[in-house]
């Protein structure tokens, strides 16, 4: 069955430190892709990344980074001196290509508070 | 700002009404999702629609329907209204319906179910 940990429910961090948000997922297909999503205060989702299974190559993006392990299906994400507009609920989302379709599995979602 | 569009921003309806949410895709997008967020289901799909066809169903309950039509623009209606459907509705659009392309989303209705 597919699925999405996000252990984390919330993070509290001072400003410019650095802060991991986990993300364990589960699949039996062996084509799937791996997205994150980050929910500000104003409630809209922007999309941040998207990975495939083949691709196991860390990814930076500015002060983004995600680190893709198939070995512990894990797609971790970590935001470099954090600032306060970082503040939000980050998502992590599975999509199986199996399944033919697009649909989204999502995780819990992680809160970080980021503090000045 | 994503290029998808919903409307309305807000609904307030009391129990056992009809109510029906619009979502326009980003341009060119063949592609529409329909999620729903609250606060104890998390963010659950619950419909695609490809091109004008349903593709797929999650957990849709079956006082809601959508449909997409010849323009693409989508249309999600949930009767019967219950205090438990209050939630954020979010449409998503992507070029084409399958699970390599990333999904766009819209900023959302909240419903509010009185």
């Known amino acids: 069955a597919q699925k999405v940990t996000q252990a984390q429910t919330e993070i509290s961090v001072v400003e410019k430190e650095d802060v991991t948000l986990d993300c364990v997922y589960e699949?039996?297909?062996?084509?799937?892709?791996l997205f994150w999503y980050k929910q500000p205060p104003s409630g809209e989702l922007v999309f941040l990344i998207r990975r495939n299974s083949f691709d196991e190559q860390n990814e930076i993006s500015g002060r983004y980074s995600w680190n893709f392990q198939k070995s512990t299906s894990s797609f971790n994400f970590t935001i470099t001196a954090s600032q306060v507009v970082d503040s939000a609920v980050y998502f992590c989302?599975?999509?199986?290509?199996?399944?033919?379709?697009?649909?989204?599995?999502f995780g819990q979602g992680t809160t970080l508070q980021v503090k000045p | 700002d994503s290029g998808v569009t919903q409307t309305p921003k807000h609904l307030i309806t009391a129990t056992g009404q009809r109510v029906t949410l619009r979502c326009s895709p980003r341009?060119?997008?063949?592609?529409v999702y329909w999620y729903q967020q609250s606060l104890d289901q998390g963010l659950q799909f619950l419909i695609q629609?490809?091109?004008?066809?349903?593709?797929a169903k999650g957990n849709i309950l079956e006082r809601f329907s959508a449909q997409q039509f010849p323009d693409l623009h989508s249309e999600l209606n949930l009767s019967s209204l219950e205090l438990g459907d209050s939630a954020l509705y979010f449409c998503?659009?992507?070029?084409?319906?399958?699970?390599?392309?990333?999904?766009?989303f819209g900023p959302g209705t909240r419903l509010t179910v009185t």
């Open positions: 699949t039996r297909d062996t084509t799937y892709y």
């Open positions: 998503a659009s992507s070029a084409t319906g399958v699970s390599s392309y990333e999904q766009y």
């Open positions: 341009s060119g997008d063949l592609s």
């Open positions: 629609y490809y091109n004008g066809e349903e593709r």
């Open positions: 989302a599975l999509s199986e290509a199996g399944s033919n379709t697009g649909k989204l599995i």
